[in-house]
């Protein structure tokens, strides 16, 4: 896709993947980022992408599941805690890469470099604008998704054939956040602005049934958490990396297929109002 | 200063006094042995093209630059053991503008202010005084970051101004402004010599030379080559006038000898001849009377550029 | 002949010096607090909220975390990796803005101010922002009732030691770095993430394989984590304690050292 060249210049993810990423600047932040990703390399990205679900995972393996043992999982069985938790780290994962591709980088672009300014001018509009920028996030969070399926399955993580499913549903999480990631970012004007989403996307990281299932919460906080889509993302990749599935995963599915497409719409529409208006 | 019996350093007949000042990077000499004298009052400076040991030379005399050779008194101290004193005093516009941008304009002067040891009530009076120089009170409270070049540049320079000093190291000043922002400076300048305080200036831009200097000294290749005030030299070095010729593409080479004799000295661009001449209208006839006719013809006053391309066969700005 | 100028500016004694560079941060943060405030202040909340109450909810009470309720076991040590986080963070990119980006430290290093009260000006300030949101901490966990005994208080001590002995070697390595600070990104990834998870923050060490031990052990926030949970849970060898402060100590005094020669060899060119 054309609209994809200027990207591929930039090498991906320097996110911290799973833990939401952080903006450690004042001013120049923008400078920055853009300068790390322009002269980042592909090594980095190899060894993070493998190296970081292992440190998690053995972290989760050796220290926090020695502490709580074994939690109920998918379908009411008990399962090891690090195989409750890691389909939930690759549901954050997905969703941090997605949404840090497509905040800084498109806001640069857009406020700063005005690469969209020059697409327009060509044939393309913004919605090839829209849908190419989200599939390149996709694209690269999907090479870690399934470095992080390898991990999971090398260390005996996986219950079921069905956990290839995984990366199908790791990319669909990407396309959901990076969606909606890039339609807030066109609403951005400040890089400062930028800490807004990481209020937003930290405490979808922590209470989305991460880190302990849903029922810890009182019934009444439960349904707060159901509108959290990463929570829809856990439960589904939670399904499929322990084989249990069941029709409320076509909900799941629904909910983070509705995100990606009004994220779509949103994005192809503000680009439109904000460069074509 | 040993050498200058009545300087005492409160109050130095000479501001900077250099000897073989030497500056090395690794196995470089960016600066290679100069002497360099700047007095009180006088307004000085340093002409070259980038890389000609200009900016090496300010951060020395600013005192973030150890000298690697040589001897250099600022104020009549020395910047080795006395930096903090001498950077008390003296106030540094650097080349690129290093302001807070994410502070106001205020801020910027209030608190650049207090690392001088003002007081409070003495910032915040100086802050606005300032302001009022540099043209920018209606903007006082604004951030920094959406102000245009020229705005960012005069407040540099109200900042550098902020501890009254009697040194000022101008490093480039006016480099990427538009002609009205830099008559604009050019005028606050000439307003602060009058005040007395004694300005070094780097230029690699003759016209601001010419505007700025009472005395200067031509830089290149980490030495000076010339030095005195913008007229002397350019009568030294170069004739009343120049006449410039300008050839279609190729042909410059195959005219040169047709013409070359009629002045005492002659100068090839790229894009133009340059005949050096007392009298310029005079040579231009001569050079139509032998049938020589270039596509167009200037006839105009030498300047700085012209000293600088006898004394290094280079341009100052390519 | 023009009029004698004699200049205003005076050398301002070390100590001043380094406090009006907080006062500089000071008015940079008077406008920009509430952007700050939720990466420092209210993020190791979150993780308390999270981790002490809802993975802690999974969590017997135990051998593991001392015979103690998780929320008391790991808040004391969230307050400690929030502030190492926080003082690795600040001493990055924002201390090679200085540097390279921003230049605040040229424009700074220009006045009779010296790089090593610069960078004294920033650790104080380092060590006051870490003040701040370790007390919003402490407060907002003594809600959640995270808090056993008054020695408690001392956790946001221990979190400043720990913060600015990490923070220092980074200020550093920022002052030593020319290119665009790719390697802070390595950093984040490859040093303090780990870190976090593999100090006794959320787990005993004991726990950790004794081949992989000795890197908890040269872990400055594990050091800070034990004392952090000697003061707050009480009945702690004051002799190890004694061991994991000078370990701290002796940390931060060589960053310190280490990033005084750096700056000047930085700014002093």
Redesign the interface.
């Known amino acids: 896709m054309r609209t994809m060249d200027r990207s591929t210049e930039r090498m991906p993810g320097l996110a911290l993947r799973i833990l939401p990423f952080g903006r450690y600047t004042r001013g120049p932040g923008s400078v920055v980022e853009r300068s790390m990703r322009v002269h980042s390399r592909t090594w980095v990205i190899m060894v993070s992408g493998f190296a970081e679900p292992v440190v998690y995972l053995l972290a989760f393996q050796i220290g926090f599941g020695a502490l709580v043992g074994q939690v109920a999982g998918p379908g009411g069985q008990l399962v090891d805690y690090v195989a409750f938790v890691a389909p939930a780290l690759l549901a954050a994962s997905a969703m941090n890469g997605a949404i840090f591709e497509t905040t800084f980088p498109v806001f640069f672009k857009l406020r700063y470099a005005k690469v969209y300014d020059a697409m327009l001018a060509t044939p393309l509009g913004p919605f090839d604008i829209a849908l190419g920028e989200i599939t390149w996030a996709v694209i690269r969070g999907g090479v870690y998704s399934v470095a992080f399926v390898l991990v999971m399955a090398t260390m005996g993580l996986v219950g079921s054939p069905f956990a290839v499913l995984l990366v199908p549903a790791a990319l669909l999480v990407s396309f959901a956040f990076a969606s909606v990631g890039m339609a807030l970012s066109t609403f951005l004007r400040s890089p400062s602005q930028f800490d807004y989403i990481r209020l937003v996307v930290m405490p979808l990281f922590l209470f989305s049934a991460t880190f302990y299932p849903v029922s810890v919460y009182p019934d009444s906080v439960q349904w707060l958490v159901q509108v959290s889509p990463l929570y829809h993302g856990v439960e589904l990749m939670r399904g499929l990396a322990a084989g249990v599935l069941d029709v409320s995963m076509i909900g799941h599915v629904g909910v983070l297929a509705a995100l990606a497409a009004v994220g779509v719409v949103a994005t192809s529409r503000r680009i439109g109002a904000l460069l074509l208006g | 200063m040993a050498r200058d019996g009545e300087d005492d350093e409160r109050e130095p007949h000479l501001m900077v006094s250099g000897k073989a000042l030497v500056k090395r990077f690794g196995g470089v000499a960016a600066v290679a042995g100069i002497d360099v004298e700047v007095r009180r009052g006088e307004s000085f400076g340093f002409l070259g093209p980038n890389g000609a040991g200009k900016s090496s030379t300010m951060r020395m005399i600013a005192c973030v630059s150890p000298r690697s050779d040589g001897e250099l008194r600022v104020l009549s101290m020395d910047p080795e053991t006395d930096g903090p004193r001498i950077r008390a005093r003296i106030g540094v516009v650097p080349q690129l503008d290093n302001l807070d941008v994410e502070l106001t304009v205020r801020q910027n002067l209030q608190v650049y202010g207090r690392y001088f040891g003002l007081s409070r009530a003495r910032v915040r009076a100086k802050a606005v005084e300032l302001m009022e120089f540099a043209e920018l009170s209606d903007r006082a409270d604004d951030q920094v970051e959406p102000l245009s070049g020229g705005m960012k540049r005069r407040l540099t320079i109200a900042r550098s101004m902020v501890n009254d000093p009697e040194l000022l190291l101008l490093d480039e000043p006016t480099t990427g402004l538009d002609p009205q922002a830099r008559h604009l400076l050019w005028g606050r300048l000439y307003q602060l010599k009058q005040q007395g305080v004694t300005q070094i200036i780097t230029t690699h831009d003759m016209h601001e030379a010419e505007q700025l200097c009472d005395r200067l000294v031509v830089m290149d290749g980490g030495q000076i080559v010339a030095e005195g005030s913008p007229s002397e030299l350019i009568r030294r070095f170069s004739t009343r006038e120049v006449l410039e010729l300008r050839f279609p593409p190729g042909e410059q080479d195959g005219q040169l000898s047709r013409v070359a004799d009629l002045a005492g000295r002659h100068e090839v661009l790229p894009d133009r001849l340059l005949l050096y001449a007392d009298d310029g209208e005079a040579t231009l006839e001569a050079v139509h009377a032998r049938g020589v006719r270039p596509v167009s013809t200037l006839i105009r006053r030498s300047t700085l550029e012209d000293v600088f391309l006898r004394l290094t066969g280079r341009s100052l700005v390519d | 002949?023009?009029?004698?100028?004699?200049?205003?500016?005076?050398?301002?004694p070390t100590w001043?010096?380094m406090w009006?560079r907080v006062?500089?941060h000071w008015?940079?943060y008077r406008?920009?607090w509430r952007?700050s405030l939720?990466?420092s202040g209210?993020?190791p909340l979150?993780?308390l909220?999270?981790?002490g109450l809802?993975?802690g909810?999974?969590?017997e009470a135990g051998a593991?975390?001392g015979g103690h309720e998780?929320l008391h076991y790991v808040a004391p040590a969230l307050l400690v990796a929030g502030a190492t986080m926080s003082g690795m963070?600040?001493s990055?990119?924002?201390v090679?803005?200085g540097f390279k980006?921003?230049?605040?430290y040229?424009?700074?290093?220009?006045?009779?101010?010296?790089p090593g009260q610069l960078l004294g000006g920033q650790l104080m300030w380092l060590a006051i922002r870490l003040t701040l949101s370790g007390v919003i901490y402490g407060l907002v966990a003594l809600t959640f009732g995270a808090w056993l005994r008054p020695g408690a208080v001392l956790v946001v001590g221990v979190g400043v030691i720990t913060g600015l002995a990490c923070a220092a070697p980074v200020m550093a390595l920022a002052a030593a770095t020319y290119?665009?600070?790719?390697r802070?990104?390595?950093m984040?990834?490859?040093v303090m993430?780990?870190m976090m998870?593999?100090s006794a923050t959320?787990?005993p060490i004991e726990?950790?394989?004794i081949e992989l031990r000795w890197l908890t052990w040269i872990s400055p926030l594990w050091h800070g984590n034990e004392i952090a949970r000697a003061v707050a849970l009480g009945g702690a060898d004051p002799l190890a304690v004694a061991g994991h402060g000078g370990f701290l100590l002796a940390l931060l005094a060589g960053g310190v050292l280490l990033a005084k020669k750096l700056f000047y060899r930085r700014?002093?060119?």
């Open positions: 002949m023009p009029p004698v100028r004699r200049s205003t500016g005076t050398v301002v001043r010096a009006l006062e500089g008015a940079w406008r920009y952007s939720y990466s209210i993020e979150l993780f909220a999270a981790m809802g993975f909810s999974q969590v593991a975390t998780y963070g600040e990055s990119f924002p090679l803005s980006w921003q230049k605040d040229i424009a700074v290093t220009a006045t009779p101010i010296t290119d665009e600070g790719r802070f990104v390595v984040f990834r490859f993430v780990p998870l593999f959320f787990f726990q950790i394989p700014l002093v060119v």
